[in-house]
């Protein structure tokens, strides 16, 4: 029997109920939950000083978008904002279960995409084949470049990070249940303790998942504790986000190396993680174990997605020495939806099961 479906539409409600219109999205399997409008305005002068303000007086936004019922412990969201840079085309705020992150290399891939096709870029030359998106994040101004056809995005995305270095290598943390544990800390627009699983008792490619976010949590935790963060730049940078587990792979090889990265509030990435592969390009730059332009691959261990990284040229972040990170991946479009919130909904602000 053949039906005629009508559009999907929310329900009579009260024209002044807060409505989320959304677009989503993934990178590697990693989601990206994007507001394209309800949201309300984001004040402050500059993009930290909105995401201070989104923080402390919009939170709910993020627990709405984020949380349960409409979300789930390990979505991902991104608020778009006017810059106060010249040449950003736009501006954004991350969002994820447990605050507001500094860099999101798998958002920016799929934002690269999402600014091409909605307009919030101007329309590339005929015969264009790769055009360039500038995004302002919280870390800085990340370039990047979108594949098209015709005006439109093709879906392999590819960015230029902010200046990657290494903050710390062999650091010795005392973790419970694992007693002394070597890391190294990099930054690739956001920090990361990167661990190899071998340390912690662990085969990253075969391991259940839930033990590798239990080890990297108490890493994270660990290292929280005994070792203090700093970034020439700002103390809003200033901070872990979480800890990569890895195959321990770090010289040079054509085959990917895998890892996985357990961040916040043990949320867990299903794709290769996009500053955090570029936070181990840096690392592995640093050693001495990859030179410049020469491209590696970083398969999730979780997903078995693949990001590929590279480092196309030294740069500086204050006293220490850099690179920045050229990372390629693919994104996708999975859908939209609009969320209403009543105000007799005991849940409307969500909940995260512990």
């Known amino acids: 029997m053949e039906c005629a479906l009508a559009v999907p539409r929310l329900p009579p409600h009260d024209p002044g109920t807060p409505v989320l219109s959304v677009v989503d999205m993934h990178t590697g399997g990693?989601?990206?939950?994007?507001?394209?409008?309800?949201?309300?305005?984001?004040?402050?002068?500059?993009?930290?000083?909105?995401?201070?303000?989104?923080?402390?007086?919009?939170d709910h936004v993020r627990r709405r978008l984020v949380f349960e019922p409409r979300g789930h412990r390990d979505m991902y969201g991104a608020v778009l904002v006017p810059s106060e840079l010249p040449d950003a085309h736009?501006?954004?705020?991350?969002?994820?279960?447990e605050g507001y992150s500094s860099m999101c290399g798998h958002a920016v891939l799929a934002l690269g995409r999402f600014a091409l096709d909605f307009g919030l870029v101007p329309a590339p030359p005929a015969g264009t084949r790769e055009a360039r998106v500038n995004i302002h994040c919280p870390c800085g101004l990340v370039a990047a470049f979108v594949e098209c056809e015709g005006g439109r995005s093709r879906g392999p995305v590819?960015?230029?990070?902010?200046?990657?270095?290494?903050?710390?290598?062999d650091l010795v943390v005392d973790v419970p249940g694992h007693g002394k544990v070597v890391v190294d800390i990099a930054y690739g627009g956001a920090f990361y303790a990167f661990v190899s699983a071998e340390k912690l008792g662990l085969d990253v490619c075969s391991a259940k998942t839930r033990d590798l976010?239990?080890?990297?949590?108490?890493?994270?935790?660990?290292?929280?504790?005994?070792?203090?963060?700093?970034?020439?730049?700002?103390?809003?940078?200033?901070?872990?986000?979480?800890?990569?587990?890895?195959?321990?792979?770090?010289?040079?090889?054509?085959?990917?190396?895998?890892?996985?990265?357990?961040?916040?509030?043990?949320?867990?990435?299903r794709s290769p993680t996009g500053s955090g592969v570029t936070a181990r390009i840096a690392l592995q730059y640093h050693k001495g174990l990859l030179e410049l332009n020469q491209t590696r691959a970083f398969k999730s261990s979780a997903t078995g997605s693949v990001f590929t990284g590279k480092a196309v040229r030294e740069a500086k972040c204050g006293d220490f020495q850099a690179v920045t990170v050229e990372v390629s991946g693919q994104a996708h479009y999975t859908g939209t939806a609009s969320f209403t919130v009543e105000d007799d909904d005991p849940l409307r602000d969500g909940f995260l099961l512990k």
């Open 213 to 269: 976010v239990d080890a990297a949590s108490s890493v994270t935790k660990a290292v929280k504790a005994q070792f203090k963060i700093n970034h020439p730049d700002s103390e809003d940078l200033a901070f872990l986000y979480g800890t990569i587990v890895t195959d321990g792979k770090d010289a040079y090889s054509e085959e990917p190396t895998t890892n996985i990265c357990v961040f916040a509030d043990e949320q867990v990435d």
């Open 30 to 58: 990693e989601p990206l939950r994007i507001v394209l409008a309800g949201c309300p305005e984001v004040a402050g002068a500059t993009l930290l000083a909105k995401r201070h303000y989104m923080r402390q007086h919009l």
């Open 90 to 97: 736009l501006g954004v705020l991350f969002l994820h279960n």
């Open 158 to 169: 590819r960015f230029h990070s902010v200046p990657a270095f290494v903050l710390a290598t």
